[in-house]
């Protein structure tokens, strides 16, 4: 089984700190993904990276930056966390030729 | 471009009761169809998908949903509901071919009552 695995279950920050949220699989996939989720306005996609050291940005990149180094870790940066950024994160892989996504459990992050 | 409409946020029924949960979708190009479910407190995961062939595609806990693409719908549907089927269902579609990139509808959180 695909296992997608995230450094925090919940996380509680202050305005203004540096936020590190860590993404982790086991399958050799190629393309990782960052979601933020909210109530009412389902899943949208932050970035997503095709292959190590590259990065693409999703729909909602702007107060985010990202990292890959190596295939199997996508790290999530906030430079300086804001109260707006209070949400849940999201981390998933896939194949290519699939297109099923595997989830991560999930980040509860609240920004004070 | 592509978008997801679930036209549900929520749906709340008896257990037992059948059950049926709305997506439909737009696209310029051939689509792959996803459902997945998030029980609370988890991340999401797969229910079904369509890839090709057979429009009626069925999941290992009893929900099938059915590819229409006159329609361009891919509702879900359970014959009878558990409790334990309460959690929140997300339709989502990504092309067929080149990108890879899925969009995802808003969500219907389904609220099966004892």
């Given at each position: 089984d695909v296992k997608v695995t995230q450094s925090s279950r919940y996380l509680v920050k202050r305005t203004g700190e540096k936020v590190f949220l860590e993404c982790v699989q086991?399958?050799?996939?190629e393309n990782m993904f960052w979601y933020r989720q909210d109530p009412g306005l389902g899943l949208r996609l932050i970035y997503f990276s095709y292959d190590v050291k590259m990065k693409e940005k999703g729909d909602i990149p702007e107060g985010y930056s990202v990292s890959r180094e190596k295939k199997e870790r996508f790290s999530l940066i906030l430079e300086s966390a804001s109260t707006n950024q209070t949400s849940m994160y999201l981390c998933a892989s896939t194949m290519s030729s699939t297109n099923t996504q595997y989830f991560g459990p999930g980040t509860r992050l609240t920004v004070l | 471009a592509q978008s997801v409409t679930q036209l549900d946020s929520q749906v709340p029924v008896f257990e037992e009761a059948p059950v049926e949960l709305r997506c439909n979708y737009s696209s310029s190009v051939s689509v792959y169809l996803f459902w997945y479910v998030q029980y609370p407190n988890q991340g999401l995961q797969l229910l079904l998908k369509y890839?090709?062939?057979?429009?009626l595609v069925e999941s290992i806990n009893g929900f099938e949903a059915e590819f229409n693409k006159s329609q361009t719908s891919f509702h879900l549907r359970k014959p009878s509901v558990h409790i334990s089927d309460t959690a929140e269902y997300f339709c989502a579609v990504s092309p067929s071919?080149?990108?890879?990139i899925p969009t995802f509808g808003r969500g219907t959180s389904l609220i099966v009552h004892p």
């Amino acid at each position: 089984d695909v296992k997608v695995t995230q450094s925090s279950r919940y996380l509680v920050k202050r305005t203004g700190e540096k936020v590190f949220l860590e993404c982790v699989q086991d399958m050799d996939h190629e393309n990782m993904f960052w979601y933020r989720q909210d109530p009412g306005l389902g899943l949208r996609l932050i970035y997503f990276s095709y292959d190590v050291k590259m990065k693409e940005k999703g729909d909602i990149p702007e107060g985010y930056s990202v990292s890959r180094e190596k295939k199997e870790r996508f790290s999530l940066i906030l430079e300086s966390a804001s109260t707006n950024q209070t949400s849940m994160y999201l981390c998933a892989s896939t194949m290519s030729s699939t297109n099923t996504q595997y989830f991560g459990p999930g980040t509860r992050l609240t920004v004070l | 471009a592509q978008s997801v409409t679930q036209l549900d946020s929520q749906v709340p029924v008896f257990e037992e009761a059948p059950v049926e949960l709305r997506c439909n979708y737009s696209s310029s190009v051939s689509v792959y169809l996803f459902w997945y479910v998030q029980y609370p407190n988890q991340g999401l995961q797969l229910l079904l998908k369509y890839l090709s062939g057979s429009t009626l595609v069925e999941s290992i806990n009893g929900f099938e949903a059915e590819f229409n693409k006159s329609q361009t719908s891919f509702h879900l549907r359970k014959p009878s509901v558990h409790i334990s089927d309460t959690a929140e269902y997300f339709c989502a579609v990504s092309p067929s071919g080149g990108s890879y990139i899925p969009t995802f509808g808003r969500g219907t959180s389904l609220i099966v009552h004892p």
